[in-house]
């Protein structure tokens, strides 16, 4: 194609003469795979009438931290905004002509449904190697536990491949100075969260239902267009800006590291953390939770711009004094994963025993369906009645409800932005068949694998979890606890309506 008639303009013309369907042809997106199926979203499969009429696109702002456009890849096709409204409820859900900003809650599932790769994440790669090249630095990396399920697929491997060691492995040959483990901090999320549920269950119910808030994408969602509900979200940090405090305090001390030398770094699934990472709530004493955040994309990019391949690395083992993870942490990356493991830790906290076999195995929270409902007896305070909600658009169809009634039957409501959870986040590989849901069920099924394999089953039998309350936190929602752990949050509401 000639330098004068770039691939959009090309199909503005096509589409102007009417010739639909040809669309498919010239982008190649249609019929990759020997089965027919690829990595279109459904609706355009089989059909032979992939729309090339214009419909438009999301709108993203230049100081977006998650996304950006490449405008001479976009087609006009209207995926992104088929995500963004069908999927997320964000677009059409807000009053036009905008008032005060792009509304946007960074999830970047308009990014996995672009066919031609316009949207992509806003790397942070080249800051990343700059770290690693700087010998000044001490620089230490997390990874998140939906990463350890998707992160082989860009290197050939099945969804689903587990490759936790290797992807360490690659992490260190790539020079980071410490590896730890998100799953380390979704056990001390768990002791957090548990601990302020239970307060809230037995002292505090103006504050319940108990919602969750390790998803930035629905915490953004709920300060946008739910602030009322504010109250309710648990005031706990996410893991990965739990474990970057701890890193430059804990940690810090007890290596005789100075914090301003730390570049922290997280792998995750997700194109929200770097909103997240970026919010002003998130920072003690000067100090940045987070530095630097690469999607599971971004660092397959880096590893393979180095020459590390993930088939033949070396297995390592993540970094002690963060590094030790139970099954309820590794969980964290599936629909329903927090609420069991919270759950697990909150009869602990309230029985004085672990939970028995069913509740180690809770099938009601587990799986694909929109909102799945469960009940948790739990001796001493009660049926515990609970929700799980993936994806926004059912996150608006329960929370509406909710108000439409007036009350909740739920105490205890966990919601993820991305369908599937972290395993389907908007910065997971697009390589195989990334917006289906066998790819997102296989990555599900690796990670109960991993937490029915874990040696500890509950966050609160973690040892360096017990070590790091012993020697620094004292307790959950201690003094310290708040100080470092816990955050509060901003209503954005009024940016977008009158
Ligand atoms: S999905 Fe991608 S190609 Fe299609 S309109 Fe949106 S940005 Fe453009
Ligand atoms: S990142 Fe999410 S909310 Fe933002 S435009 Fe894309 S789909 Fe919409």
Redesign the pocket.
């Known amino acids: 194609m000639s330098n004068n008639l770039s691939r959009?303009k090309f199909l503005k013309v096509v589409a102007g003469s009417g010739l639909v369907g040809f669309g498919a042809m010239v982008t190649g997106c249609k019929g990759d795979s020997p089965d027919g199926r690829g990595w279109i979203p459904d609706q355009y499969q089989g059909k032979g009438d992939f729309p090339v009429n214009l419909?438009?696109?999301?709108a993203i702002a230049a100081s977006n931290p998650s996304i950006e456009?490449d405008d001479e890849?976009?087609?006009?096709?209207?995926?992104?905004?088929?995500?963004c409204q069908n999927v997320m409820a964000v677009y059409g859900n807000y009053p036009l002509p905008l008032k005060m900003e792009v509304a946007c809650v960074n999830c970047g599932q308009?990014a996995m449904?672009?066919?031609?790769?316009?949207?992509t994440e806003k790397r942070s790669i080249r800051e990343v190697a700059a770290a690693l090249d700087d010998e000044s630095k001490f620089v230490v990396v997390q990874t998140a536990p939906a990463t350890k399920v998707s992160l082989g697929e860009e290197f050939g491997m099945e969804p689903g491949s587990i490759v936790n060691e290797k992807q360490v492995g690659a992490l260190k040959a790539l020079g980071f100075d410490a590896v730890f483990d998100t799953c380390f901090s979704a056990d001390l999320t768990i002791m957090e969260e548990a601990s302020e549920f239970v307060h809230r269950l037995t002292s505090a119910k103006d504050e319940i239902p108990h919602l969750t808030s390790c998803c930035p994408g629905w915490v953004k969602y709920c300060e946008y267009f739910y602030p009322e509900l504010m109250h309710n979200l648990s005031t706990c940090k996410s893991p990965q800006s739990m474990l970057g405090a701890v890193i430059k305090s804990y940690y810090a001390q007890k290596n005789n590291l100075k914090p301003e030398n730390i570049v922290s770094v997280s792998i995750m699934p997700c194109t929200a953390k770097k909103f997240e990472a970026a919010r002003g709530e998130m920072e003690v004493d000067g100090q940045r939770d987070t530095d630097l955040v690469l999607t599971t994309r971004e660092l397959a990019v880096l590893l393979k711009h180095r020459g590390i391949d993930l088939n033949t690395v070396p297995d390592a083992q993540y970094d002690s004094i963060l590094g030790e993870s139970t099954g309820a942490g590794r969980i964290f990356g599936a629909t329903g994963g927090v609420t069991e493991a919270a759950v697990r830790t909150a009869y602990f906290m309230v029985t004085g025993s672990n939970p028995p076999a069913a509740l180690l195995n809770w099938q009601p929270v587990r799986g694909l369906t929109a909102v799945k409902e469960a009940a948790a007896d739990i001796p001493g305070a009660g049926t515990v009645n609970i929700a799980v909600c993936h994806g926004l658009k059912n996150a608006r169809e329960l929370l509406d409800g909710i108000k439409k009634q007036g009350s909740s039957k739920w105490q205890f409501i966990e919601f993820m932005a991305c369908p599937g959870g972290c395993i389907g986040g908007g910065g997971q590989p697009k390589s195989t068949v990334a917006a289906q849901p066998e790819a997102r069920l296989k990555r599900i099924a690796a990670i109960y694998r991993e937490d029915v394999n874990a040696p500890k089953r509950c966050s609160h039998e973690n040892s360096e979890i017990q070590a790091v309350y012993k020697e620094f936190f004292g307790s959950p929602l201690s003094k310290k606890a708040e100080k470092y752990l816990h955050t509060t949050y901003t209503n954005r509401h009024d940016r977008l309506f009158d």
């Open positions: 959009r419909k438009g696109r999301v456009r890849k976009c087609i006009l096709c209207g995926q992104c905004i088929e995500a308009c449904w672009c066919p031609s790769g316009a949207i």
